[in-house]
C-alpha cells in the first residue's frame, strides 16, 4: 500500500528550505469517519506538521497522503448542506458571470465539485456546466442533483477527454481544492488544456494570513496539503505563464481568498494584488517569529478548551458536539478530547450518522438528538457557520441549552436570549443644596474610559471574552445592539442619559450616537499593555440578509 510521501522539497517551488513551526501530532484524515465495525480494525494516522517553505513562502504539510487513501468511498463531505455556503457559492457564481460578461452556454469547470453547488449558481446564469469530483457518494449525489459530473480526478488525460467532450472552458474554478493538489505539474498541464485562451481559473481557500491571526489551526488536516497566501501563489502562476489580476476576501470558513488567475496578460491587473502582498508583510506571515508565535497560542489554545471543558464536565455538565465537521477532528484529536468528554457528535449530514469520528471515535447522531436530551453544553465545531447553527438550534437555546465557540478562544454563549444584559436608570442616593450624589457602581473595575463619539458614528461592534462592560451615559442618545456571541438575532436598546448599561462576557455590542453623546466606560478587566486586545473579540462584518 502507498500511503503517501514526506515532502522533503517545496511543492510549488522545489526548494529544500522548508522551516517547520508547528507540530500538531498524529491524525487520521479528517473526512475519514468510521463504521461500527471498522473500530474494530487499525488506523491509520499520518503525521501534521507545518512548514514553511523559506524560499517562495507556501505554507505546507511536512507529509503528503495518497489522494485515493483521501478522496475514496469513504468521502462524506457534502457542499451543500448549509444555507450560509450554498448562498455564498450561488453569489459567488453571479459575480463572476457579471464580471466577464460571459455569453450564455459558455462552459465553466468545477475541479473537486463535490454535490455541485456553486455549478448549480453558474446553470442559473445560462451556463453549460461540468463538475469532476473523485469520490464515487459524492459524484451520485451531484448527478441525481442534475448537475453533469465526471467521477474524475483533475488531470491531463481527463482534460483532454474534456476538451473533446465538451470543447474548452471558459472558467475553471477550485474552490478548497488547489491547496490539496500534491501533484501541481499534472494539474497545471491539465488546466493548460482546458481553458480557452481567454478564460480565467478561479481558486478559493481559507487565507493564511487569517488563519495565523484567528488561530483558525483547526482548519489544519492531512486532507489540507497547503495554506494558500497570495506571494507563493503569485511566484508560482508567474512561472507558469499566468497571472493573478485580481484578489478577495470572503468570509466563509473563517476568511478565504478568491484568486483570479488568467494567462499572461489576459486580463489588466487590479490593484488589490500588491495590497495583499504589503499586509502579508506587514503582519510578518512569512517571519519565523510569527510563525512561532502563533504555534505557542496553539498550544495554549489547547490548554484553555480542555480546561473548559473539564471544569463544565467535573460539575456534572453533558457536553456534546453540535455539527461534525472535518476541522472538529483536528481539535479533537490535537486536543485529545474523546467520548469521556463529548457524548456525540450532532450532525445535519444524513450520511455521517451512525458513523464514529476519526481518532477519537465519538459517535455521529441525528440533528435533533439534542432536542431530547437537552445536554447542558453544545461545542460548535462548524464555529464558521456559527450564526446558522445557533439560529437553527433556538429552540435548544431556549430550552435551556448553551453553545461553546471554540474558535478564535474557547466561548460560552446562549443564543437569542440576551437577558442578562442589564439597563437601569441610575437615580441620585443624596440631594440636598449643593447639588446630588449618585451611586454610579459597586464593583471591582479595573479600568475606565471616556468616549465621546459623534452623531451617526458607530462604536464596538465586538464582545468581550472575560471582561463585563458597564457603560454609563452622562449626555447624548445612544442605539445599542446587543446579540449573542456572533449569533445575529439582535436587541436593539436605547441608551438614555443617567442610564447604565451591564453587558457580560460573549454579548455582542455596538453603540451608534443618534445625538454627540459622552459615556463612561467600566470594565472589570484592566487594559494595560495588551490587555484590550486579550479580551476583544471582533465580529465580521455581515452583510444584511
Ligand atoms: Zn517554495
New binding site residues.
Partial sequence: MNYGRIVE???????P??YCFLDLGFAPPSDAILTADELREPELLFPLKVMQ??????T?LSYSVNRLLLYGKKYKYEASITTTGKRHFHSMADSICERLKLAKGSLVVDVGSNVGVLLEGFQKNGMRVLGLEPAPDICKIANERKIDTLQEFMGFEVAKRVLRDYGKAKIVTGTNVFAHVDDKEEFMSALDVLLDDDGIFVIEAPYFLELIENLEYDTIYVEHLEYLSVK?LL?YFNEHAMDIFDVELHEIHGRSIRVFVCRKGKFPATGTVQAFLDRENQKGIYSRQVLDDFARRVKLHRDTLLGLLWDLKRRGNRIVGISAPAKGNTLLNYCRIGPELIDYLAEKSVIKRGHYSPGMHIPIVEEQRIYHDRPAFGIIFAWNFADEIMKNNDAYARSGGRFIIPIPEPIVVTNSSVDDVNVREVNPVHFDDRGSITDVLNETIEHVGLIETKKGSVRGNHYHKRSVQHSYLLSGLMEVIISAGTCPDARKILLKPGQLITIPPGRRHSFKAIEDSFMIDLITESRADDGYERDVVRVPFKEAE
Fill in positions: 522539497r517545496c511543492r510549488m517551488c522545489d526548494s528550505k522548508l517553505c523559506e524560499e517562495c513562502g507556501l505546507q507563493p511566484r
